[in-house]
């Protein structure tokens, strides 16, 4: 049962693996946990664990895809077999599903704020307002119940209106005309904020490193956040995979795939923190600094309207292209027992969209879905996918199907896959569980 459904090319690939990795991780989580953790030494290891885990795993998660061109749990389960080992494998695709819709529950949930603050910044709500009324502004918004559920839901539709409408003429054709908008709206801002903001004080935040503040586990949130941010260990970027065009080496696009989340992550970082400072506000402040500093700043600058206007849709379009890759797994699973892709998408959204509610009303529900899935689930799900592929799979199918020859890259990347990455990630679980 495989899929005979590709995207229109190589490009559109590119553009849809590159929508699913940039999004609310890249300009909303990571400048609050960088803020959060001390600044310099956890970006160090953030970078680390993108390139020595992050990049070697996406390679891996791409070739399961394309070589079982099914969604994660059929991929996983059919090479399993073929590789002569256990079927079983399927469920490390399961749970990998399953992270997505947990993830999901708290993306819309914030998506809906930054919808939130289009609206917002289109009214001039922020607009020559003190510090202390647009801090406030945030904290209205986080007691408001029903205001959060209206643009949580209007995101979860979205969402799901785009993928039911296929790989093809749906995800394929939005990213094919969010990504070039992304980019230029990005582009925009960066000019902008070269204009206008203070660089000193927030690079050196960035990157002066300083390790006695690296506690255990800002260790493990970094390497779990290298996750998050590279969509990897839970079957977003394998069920893409899947719809891979020809058999194109995926190294290099692998490579422009992680290039472009990792400068985005670090643009928005350098966007914000230099604003952080002027305004003397605290870098450590949480999952509200964006849409409090950057109000605050664009507040009182000329041209704040339209830029904020700019920059909270910016973050929208992030999120959409990202959300998008977080149900289309599901998705494709449940199309595999004869379910219609619109039945199993609005099914499988309305799910999370429950799920979303809960956060919008708990804050702890909230925590501890993104605590379980960035720290745990996909750390684990990615440890899982290094084993399968590094261990499982036989070398010569291995090297057959990810097209890189016998290269001395490839070679680097097997060694990388079957010792460095899954060693890596159980050395920093043990690390946080305080066990060495
Ligand atoms: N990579 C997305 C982001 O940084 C989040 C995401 C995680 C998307 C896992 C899909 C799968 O916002």
Known sequence: MTSNVTWKSRWTFILAATGSAVGLGNIWKFPYITGEYGGGAFVLVYLGCILLIGVPVMIAEIMVGRAGRSDPVHSMSSLGKTAGRSGKWGAVGAIGILAGLMIMMFYSVVAGWALDYVAQSLSGSYLQKPTAE??????SLLSNPSEQFLWHTIFSLITASIVAGGVTNGIGKSVDILMPILFGFLLLLLGYSWINGDFSAG?????DTDFSKLSSDAILVAMGHAFFTLSLGMGAIMAYGAYFPGKASIGKTVLTIAALDTVIALVAGMAMFPLVFANDLTPGQGPGLMFVTLPIAFSNMAGGQ????????????????????????????LEKYGIKRPLSTFGFTGIAWLGGIACIYYGEVFDALD????????PLGGLMIALFVGRVMPRKMVAHEVGMGDSILFKSWWFVLRYLAPIGIILVFLNSLKLI
């Open 306 to 333: 339209f830029f904020g206007t700019i920059f909270f849709a910016l973050v929208s379009i992030a999120a959409l292209s990202s959300s998008i890759s977080l149900i289309e797994p599901g998705v494709a699973w």
């Open 203 to 207: 690079l050196h935040f960035m990157f």
């Open 134 to 139: 647009i801090e406030q502004n945030f904290s």
């Open 371 to 378: 605590y379980l899935t960035a720290n745990i689930m996909l």
